[in-house]
């Protein structure tokens, strides 16, 4: 089965200071690869995804993540962070060759960020 | 535009109680849907799925169940509910292939007491 990795449970950053959330996932075949967001009160929102072409796909609100393959990785970073970036973030994988299970995710635990003005 | 719905928002249950959650989706037609929970620090689960009315497949053994009587309504039961139930129950639906995004409901907040 496939999992997903995110090392770190919670980040505290100072507006401005940068950001880089770990996602490492474990499947050997294609993959679909998903950031999504869930600030305070609101639904579960995407930020970005990655299913073929260059490795670093641009996001919403200055996101952006880097598909190392070698590394099964899908970090998420933003050069300066904002208060308003305060939220939970998470990583999805999917199988992108697996007919059976067309989108199905798998989550990682989640990284709550916050950031203090 | 497509919107997704959950009800209740917010539930308190005895245990050995029954439940149902409602989830409904408009603005779209046969959709992929799928009943997530959410427990702190554990991310998001996948409980059920169903690409189609009256079919569905379920991720881990469990005293859910899950149906899907019509196109856009997927409901998540149980019989007798435990404490370990309690968490956020979120629904979600997208159309078709593995790339396309998944959208997310408001979720429900279930305690078990």
């Known amino acids: 089965a496939q999992s997903v990795s995110q090392h770190n449970h919670h980040v505290i950053l100072s507006e401005a200071a940068s950001l880089e959330l770990g996602c490492n996932y474990s499947y050997g075949g294609t993959v679909n690869l998903f950031w999504y967001v869930q600030y305070p009160g609101q639904h579960l929102q995407l930020l970005l995804k990655y299913f073929s072409g260059d490795p670093l796909v641009k996001g919403i609100k200055g996101f952006e993540a880097e598909f190392i393959k070698s590394k099964f990785s899908f970090n998420l970073r933003k050069p300066s962070v904002q208060w308003s970036d305060t939220a939970e973030y998470f990583c999805?994988?999917?199988?992108?060759?697996?007919?059976?299970?067309?989108?199905?995710?798998?989550f990682g635990r989640g990284t709550q960020l916050t950031v203090w003005p | 535009s497509q919107t997704i719905h959950q009800w209740p928002a917010t539930l308190v249950q005895p245990v050995g109680s029954p439940l149902s959650l409602e989830c409904t989706v408009e603005g779209t037609s046969n959709p992929n849907l799928y009943w997530y929970r959410q427990a702190a620090g554990r991310g998001l689960q996948l409980l059920f799925y169903s690409v189609g009315i009256g079919q569905i497949s379920s991720e881990v053994p469990q005293n859910l169940s899950a149906s899907r009587p019509q196109d856009r309504q997927f409901i998540l039961s149980s019989k007798k509910l435990l404490l370990s139930d309690s968490g956020f129950y979120l629904c979600?639906?997208?159309?078709?292939?593995?790339?396309?995004?998944?959208?997310f409901g408001p979720g429900t907040r279930l305690l078990v007491l």
């Open positions: 999805a994988v999917n199988a992108a060759d697996r007919g059976s299970t067309l989108g199905r995710l798998y």
């Open positions: 979600a639906w997208h159309h078709g292939t593995a790339k396309e995004t998944q959208y």
